[in-house]
């Protein structure tokens, strides 16, 4: 049923254009599946929405706040204390704090410190941090590698999903490679068949000596033990790539049995992975995703160390704070008022002093790394692109190679035909062709293979 679905899918939009017959599943439309569909790659997009989570809380840390804090005592008919204390707070970026309040308090044993007017007190004021936390405070920096974040997830996520679809492109090469051999193996059992019924008939009419049939049909027996053994190669391959097919919702595809790799994928892959702009220009690496990432990594390194180096002042909150009851706010006396200083400074800054050459030192060895990744990426992208160029010149002579080899199998066989040579020579000339054409066939599937790691190198799965 699933075959029969994937096929559908497959196919059924381009009804109208070609036939149902070509049964081609070409790379393109597979990579297009994979992109779309496979759980892997929705992972490594889920990374940008984590990202953006992890931002939303950061920034949480700026939201205003309400804070009430009521408390009352009643024993025996006495109200010994109600007292009220509620806060408007509104932080702001530069660790300056804004507060409204509204304080009441009543009742017989109530502090003196906590007396107040009959209808209340109501302040405004204003909290500063005069030394750690005015540049660069926690919630500061929290924002700040938050959005250095959401950089290195769309990086990480291009990573991720390029893994995914050179994982998926080796599968369909060696569905491809797989499938190319049975072919082959099916065209020669074929030739083996006839030619061993040809030389029985023969040996009937007393034109070949008996022991013919025997080399013909060790000949058979061999074609036939590689096409089996060639199928079972097959099979597996369609299982292989069948892990990488999905539809919506997360329901797994089979490879449908009429389905064939494209067969003219040598002359588009390049244009499917896109390599074929970077094998005649120069790649930059300034954009890789590798570099990026790096480069987040260190931006919110170096946020960190800005905030541990921040440590090493000392504390001082300076609070200021107007005070008014409610029915005369409007006639303002700064007489009334309440200041507050907190100030906090160890003597040695020892475990700060420690933090902050730590910090230094992961920035420093993060930087390390981005060095040794630009030289590692440029070296292999140079030589990916002369492994391409070498594979393309062994496609030639592998080409004409396997010409050679036929034509040679050609004139053995009229040699025959006219009684100038034997089976043993033609076996011999067949099995080199056999041997030529498989090695072209695996030629053919470094090529492909060779491309996908130069795409995989450039990183760019969109």
């Known amino acids: 049923m699933k075959q029969l679905l994937f096929a559908f899918l497959l196919f059924g939009f381009a009804a109208f254009g070609q036939e149902f017959a070509t049964k081609e599943f070409t790379y393109t439309e597979f990579l297009g599946y994979v992109k779309k569909y496979h759980p892997l790659v929705k992972n490594a997009n889920l990374e940008i929405n984590k990202a953006q989570a992890n931002l939303m809380m950061a920034r949480g840390g700026f939201d205003p706040k309400i804070e009430v804090d009521f408390s009352k005592k009643q024993f025996k008919d006495k109200e010994y204390y109600s007292i009220l204390n509620s806060s408007f707070k509104i932080p702001t970026w530069y660790g300056i704090e804004i507060k409204a309040g509204f304080d009441n308090s009543e009742g017989v044993?109530?502090?003196?410190?906590?007396?107040?007017?009959?209808?209340?007190?109501?302040?405004?004021?204003?909290?500063?941090?005069l030394g750690q936390g005015l540049f660069i405070n926690q919630r500061m920096a929290d924002v700040r590698k938050a959005k250095m974040q959401m950089k290195l997830s769309q990086s990480e996520r291009k990573l991720q999903a390029i893994a995914v679809l050179y994982d998926a492109s080796l599968t369909y090469f060696n569905w491809k490679k797989?499938?190319?051999?049975?072919?082959?193996?099916?065209?020669?059992?074929?030739?083996?068949?006839?030619?061993?019924?040809?030389?029985?008939?023969?040996?009937?009419?007393?034109?070949?000596?008996?022991?013919?049939?025997?080399?013909?049909?060790?000949?058979?027996?061999?074609?036939?033990?590689?096409?089996?053994?060639?199928?079972?190669?097959?099979?597996?391959?369609?299982?292989?790539i069948a892990n990488f097919l999905w539809l919506e919702n997360n329901i797994p595809l089979e490879l449908a049995e009429e389905l064939i790799p494209e067969t003219q994928?040598?002359?588009?892959?390049?244009?499917?992975?896109?390599?074929?702009?970077?094998?005649?220009?120069?790649?930059?690496?300034?954009?890789?995703?590798?570099i990026n990432a790096l480069q987040s990594k260190i931006d919110i390194l170096n946020v960190e160390k800005k905030l541990k180096a921040n440590m090493l002042l000392p504390k001082i909150d300076v609070g200021y704070s107007y005070l008014a009851e409610p029915s005369y706010l409007d006639n303002y006396q700064f007489q009334d008022y309440k200041i507050g200083l907190d100030f906090y400074f160890p003597l040695f800054l020892r475990k700060e002093r420690g933090s902050l050459k730590l910090a230094k030192y992961k920035v420093q060895e993060t930087e390390f790394v981005l060095d040794l990744e630009k030289v590692q990426l440029t070296n292999k992208i140079n030589a990916q692109k002369l492994e391409i160029a070498s594979l393309l010149i062994q496609k030639d002579l592998i080409k004409d190679l396997v010409q050679d080899n036929m034509t040679m199998l050609n004139s053995e066989e009229r040699l025959f035909s006219f009684g100038e040579s034997s089976l043993f020579l033609i076996n011999t000339r067949e099995n080199n062709l056999v041997s030529a054409q498989l090695s072209q066939i695996a030629l053919e599937n470094r090529f492909y293979i060779s491309n996908s790691e130069l795409f995989k190198i450039m990183a760019n799965p969109d």
């Open 178 to 240: 797989n499938f190319n051999e049975v072919k082959l193996y099916e065209d020669y059992n074929k030739n083996a068949q006839t030619r061993f019924k040809g030389i029985r008939t023969l040996i009937i009419q007393g034109d070949k000596p008996a022991i013919d049939s025997i080399e013909a049909g060790i000949i058979v027996k061999n074609r036939l033990l590689n096409l089996e053994d060639s199928k079972l190669k097959l099979a597996k391959a369609k299982l292989e």
């Open 265 to 290: 994928l040598e002359f588009t892959i390049q244009e499917s992975l896109k390599t074929n702009d970077l094998l005649n220009t120069d790649f930059s690496i300034t954009n890789h995703p590798k």
């Open 109 to 129: 044993y109530l502090n003196p410190q906590n007396t107040l007017p009959n209808q209340g007190l109501t302040s405004v004021g204003v909290t500063v941090p």
